[in-house]
């Protein structure tokens, strides 16, 4: 097992412009997580998901964000019409079950221009 | 609200010295895990420690929930310890999310 993998690693984008992030958790994991992290903080949770059920979605998440994980494997999150406020780093963990450890993916880092 | 507070938010160190990172948290936790962010932004996992102790290493870690703190003890510190280390708590109250705090950025001298 490789690990959870993002794709892609760094994405720019003009403002109003969608954007589309992969994550691969690890297999068989059952849970997956959506953070953001901005320069200097520590990591916001957006979203989670059991299987393929979306079970939580931080305040933090606007109308513009979708979260999706349609087989319970793989998940995308998706930004529509971009602001320069999104510009951040957004990570995914996975993990097997509640209250076991989680682990992170090497992230995407956003840039919006 | 439900916080995890970490101190020193900077440390700086000589090579070879030892020191302790804190990471307090309000309420009860079902879990709580110490992370070390590469500088490419990756979180690599140390611990994962609800309680008790464990060490790998150099490194060692001690939850002590009834008192809600933490603490990773990083001892002979190599320039390679460099960079941000996180703690992340999941509250009881908030079960499948976890909760970091800002981070200690640590910088090792040579």
């Known amino acids: 097992d490789t690990g959870v993998s993002q794709n892609p690693r760094h994405k720019i984008t003009k403002r109003g412009q969608n954007v589309t992030f992969r994550c691969d958790p690890i297999s068989e994991h059952n849970r997956l997580y959506w953070y953001r992290q901005t320069l200097g903080q520590g990591p916001e949770f957006l979203t989670y998901?059991?299987?393929?059920?979306?079970?939580?979605k931080s305040r933090l998440l606007s109308d513009r964000f979708s979260a999706e994980r349609p087989k319970g494997s793989f998940s995308t999150l998706e930004i529509q019409r971009t602001e320069q406020g999104d510009s951040a780093m957004y990570l995914c963990a996975s993990s097997s079950n509640l209250n076991t450890e989680a682990f992170f993916g090497q992230g995407t880092r956003l840039t919006v221009v | 609200g439900i916080q995890v507070e970490q101190s020193p938010p900077d440390l700086i160190l000589q090579e070879g010295a030892n020191s302790t990172l804190r990471c307090n948290f309000s309420d009860s936790v079902n879990n709580l895990q110490w992370f070390h962010q590469n500088p490419w932004g990756q979180l690599i996992n140390l611990f994962y420690?609800?309680?008790g102790t464990k060490q790998n290493g150099r490194l060692s870690a001690t939850t002590v929930a009834t008192e809600r703190y933490s603490l990773l003890y990083i001892s002979s510190s190599q320039t390679t310890d460099s960079g941000v280390y996180f703690c992340a708590a999941e509250f009881n109250t908030n079960a499948g999310k976890s909760t970091f705090g800002d981070g200690t950025t640590l910088t090792v001298k040579p």
């Open positions: 998901f059991q299987n393929e059920a979306q079970l939580e």
């Open positions: 420690i609800p309680s």
